[in-house]
């Protein structure tokens, strides 16, 4: 039977269910539950027609005007994106991370958390997204293809060998292509598709995050939250805290 956890906020009440398919990510958001480590927490970064962010831990109690956004529990948890079949549609409550630069296996937080709100898009939208992502999946192939092979293109270029460096980026193209493939289709799925067209939620950030449960209840809560005012670091200009229970089965 599923999970279901109750996140009381100054704005309302939030339900959601936390997926079986991520397994990591559900136990370890029912343990922070149950241990209390949230409650008290912000949501603490708030972007209208994007996402409310919460669970940072340094949150609980913090100042006005404190930046907030680096706290967690001492750990983080392996990914478990499956963009296919848990996406970003809105009402999604998906793992915060540090960027891909310092975290290229995408480990979530963990405890800050993030829910969905975003915009309905339209079909021919959703296109040009999709080639905007499956160039980006090839550079990225591309610059670990090149970071890879550092030290030859290195000495290519001490030598002013030209030729090599054209034959050896021409190779690391294709394999860059190859390697896309490899990984997947970066077109969206029917059911992604009927999501984003009529419901709304970022498919851009499908494949990069965790996506670990819905709000089942509440989502109108959600919309009052990403619509309030804000400051510096996207903070809220009123708190929004938080207190977490797991609702009996």
Same mark, same amino acid.
């Given at each position: 039977?599923?999970?279901?956890?109750?996140?009381?906020?100054?704005?309302?009440?939030?339900?959601?269910?936390?997926?079986?398919?991520?397994?990591?990510?559900?136990?370890?958001?029912?343990?922070? =539950? $149950?241990?209390?480590?949230?409650?008290?927490? +912000?949501?603490?970064?708030?972007? $209208?027609?994007?996402?409310?962010?919460?669970?940072?831990?340094? *949150?609980?109690?913090?100042?006005?005007?404190?930046?907030?956004?680096?706290?967690?529990?001492?750990?983080?948890?392996?990914?478990?994106? !499956?963009?296919?079949?848990?996406?970003? $549609?809105? %009402?999604?409550?998906?793992?915060?991370?540090?960027?891909?630069?310092? !975290?290229?296996?995408?480990? *979530?937080?963990?405890?800050?958390?993030?829910?969905?709100? %975003?915009?309905?898009?339209?079909?021919?939208?959703?296109?040009?997204?999709?080639?905007?992502?499956?160039?980006?999946?090839?550079? /990225?192939?591309?610059?670990? +293809?090149?970071?890879?092979?550092?030290?030859?293109?290195? !000495?290519?270029?001490? !030598?002013?060998?030209?030729?090599?460096?054209?034959?050896?980026?021409?190779?690391?193209?294709?394999?860059?292509?190859?390697?896309?493939?490899?990984?997947?289709?970066?077109?969206?799925?029917?059911?992604?598709?009927?999501?984003?067209?009529?419901?709304?939620?970022?498919?851009? +950030?499908?494949?990069?995050?965790?996506?670990?449960?819905?709000?089942?209840?509440?989502?109108?809560?959600?919309?009052?939250?990403? /619509?309030?005012?804000?400051?510096?670091?996207?903070?809220? $200009?009123?708190?929004?805290?938080?207190?977490?229970?797991? =609702?009996?089965?």
């Amino acid at each position: 039977m599923a999970t279901h956890i109750r996140i009381i906020t100054t704005e309302g009440t939030i339900t959601v269910r936390l997926y079986d398919e991520t397994p990591l990510h559900r136990d370890n958001f029912i343990k922070l =539950v $149950k241990e209390g480590t949230l409650n008290g927490t +912000l949501f603490h970064r708030v972007i $209208k027609d994007f996402m409310i962010q919460g669970g940072d831990p340094d *949150s609980i109690g913090a100042p006005a005007g404190k930046m907030l956004g680096t706290g967690g529990p001492g750990y983080t948890i392996p990914a478990e994106i !499956n963009a296919s079949q848990l996406y970003h $549609k809105r %009402g999604a409550l998906s793992a915060a991370r540090l960027g891909d630069d310092m !975290n290229p296996q995408r480990e *979530s937080s963990g405890s800050q958390f993030y829910i969905v709100w %975003g915009k309905v898009y339209k079909e021919p939208e959703l296109k040009q997204l999709e080639k905007q992502l499956a160039m980006q999946q090839q550079q /990225a192939a591309f610059n670990a +293809l090149t970071v890879e092979h550092s030290e030859t293109i290195m !000495n290519l270029r001490r !030598n002013r060998d030209r030729e090599g460096l054209q034959a050896l980026q021409d190779e690391l193209i294709a394999l860059s292509k190859k390697r896309c493939q490899e990984m997947g289709s970066c077109e969206f799925t029917a059911a992604q598709r009927e999501a984003y067209t009529t419901l709304g939620g970022t498919p851009f +950030l499908d494949g990069q995050y965790t996506v670990f449960g819905e709000v089942t209840e509440g989502l109108d809560v959600v919309e009052r939250i990403q /619509a309030c005012e804000t400051l510096r670091g996207d903070r809220p $200009k009123q708190d929004v805290s938080m207190t977490f229970e797991l =609702v009996e089965a």
